[in-house]
């Protein structure tokens, strides 16, 4: 089955994530539909994570990284 084009860029979240911190409000955590829609969660990360700063780049580089290593 051939794959079909891609909804979503990582520049499309990057700019979200700048937007919401650059009117001063936390993001807890970003969430992509398959149809490429972005919901921001606002509010203070939880959990074991609580302390990290995660860029969209340092995500994406996780990810990659775990897709290699299987």
């Known amino acids: 089955m051939p794959r079909s084009p891609s909804t979503f860029r990582q ?3 990057t700019r979200a994530i700048k937007a919401a911190r650059n009117a ?3 993001v807890a955590r970003a969430e992509i539909a ?11 990360a939880r959990g074991s ?3 990290i ?3 969209p780049d340092d995500v994406l580089e996780r990810w ?5 290593a299987g």
């Open 11 to 13: 520049t499309d979240l």
């Open 24 to 26: 001063g409000v936390g």
């Open 34 to 44: 398959k149809d490429g829609k972005i919901s921001i969660i606002f509010g203070e």
């Open 49 to 51: 994570n609580a302390d």
């Open 53 to 55: 700063k995660w860029t």
């Open 64 to 68: 990659r990284k775990k897709k290699n």
